[in-house]
């Protein structure tokens, strides 16, 4: 019982826009559930006058039809279920949902040339993983299917070498001039580009460390080139402004007049003028009076 029902808690849903996806699951579990005939079979009433063995056929045979119409159920949203909800066969829904979201030779048609475009336009993104781009272009290859138009593998692998980015090229050149593309799987594709891109990847990261330490070991010679221009600067002035008053002591001392022969008029004394004699001033008129 548990088993039966992790199976149904997991099955698929037909929301109408994933049918392509939908169809091959479905078409998977019908064959594990031995009811893949029947949605492709009509049930044929039985006779009014069958056999025991026709009897026996016919119930099995709707027992399975029953199965498949069971799985179909369970594996649509309600939106979608009202389209089949008065079927009486699972073969009666299938049809039915076929027409639906299966969509007719034209609209395949249209369909497919929108695809065609987006594989010709299709790239690898400058910051997207190998991984990543990879299921970009199955999922689009697969889209292409579904519309009856199906790749080879070597126009697959030929297209993911020609729209790899940059970081690629010399792993591109080296598969194409050592391996034949016609004999390379895409998985092994992916595995050998993805090896490039972890080696790749962990060279950058070794370039970054010793750039960030670069950046860190410049940005502190200037701050030091600063520090010291600064202190420099300080004690220059310093210097200069010692040397200044140097001078001017020594320039002082050196304008300074030798007076030793300099007789006062005041006090007859030498040494000094009369300007700056301390002794009392005589007057004029008795200056005037001893002249006369």
């Known amino acids: ?56 056929t016919f119930r099995e045979a709707q027992k399975k039809d029953s199965k498949a119409l069971f799985l179909i159920h369970q594996c649509v949203d309600s ?34 040339q929108a695809l065609k475009r987006q594989f010709e336009l299709l790239e690898m993104k400058n910051d997207e993983a190998v991984a990543e781009y990879f299921t970009r272009v199955e999922t689009l290859t697969n889209q292409m299917k579904n519309c009856r138009s199906t790749l080879s593998e ?5 297209k993911v070498l020609r729209t790899l980015t940059h970081k690629f090229d010399h792993i591109v050149v080296t598969i194409e001039q050592t391996r034949d593309l016609s004999e390379i799987k895409m998985e092994d594709l992916q595995s050998t580009l993805e090896a490039h891109e972890l080696k790749h990847g962990e060279r950058n990261h070794g370039k970054e460390d010793e750039q960030a330490l670069f950046v860190k070991f410049k940005r502190y010679q200037d701050e030091k080139k600063k520090w010291q221009s600064k202190k420099g600067s300080k004690k220059g002035k310093e210097s200069v402004e010692d040397k200044t008053e140097s001078s001017k002591k020594e320039g002082g001392q050196k304008t300074k007049k030798d007076k030793s022969t300099i007789q006062c008029y005041n006090c007859n004394k030498y040494g000094h003028y009369a300007s700056e004699c301390k ?13 006369a």
Do not use: C
Not at 33 to 39: F, L, M
Not at 154 to 158: G, L
């Open 79 to 112: 939106k979608v279920f009202e389209k089949i909800a008065d079927a009486t066969t699972s073969k009666d829904a299938w049809d039915i949902l076929q027409k639906s979201y299966g969509g007719d030779a034209k609209v395949k048609k249209v369909k497919l």
């Open 279 to 291: 002794a009392p001033k005589k007057k004029k008129s008795q200056n005037t009076e001893e002249e």
């Open 154 to 158: 070597e126009e697959m692998v030929e």
């Open 1 to 56: 019982m548990a088993g039966k029902s992790n199976f149904h808690a997991n099955l698929p849903i037909l929301d109408g826009k994933n049918w392509d996806t939908w169809v091959k699951q479905m078409k998977v579990i019908f064959i594990v559930q031995e009811a893949d005939e029947q949605v492709n079979t009509i049930l044929d009433p039985l006779p009014a006058n069958a056999t025991e063995q026709q009897r026996t």
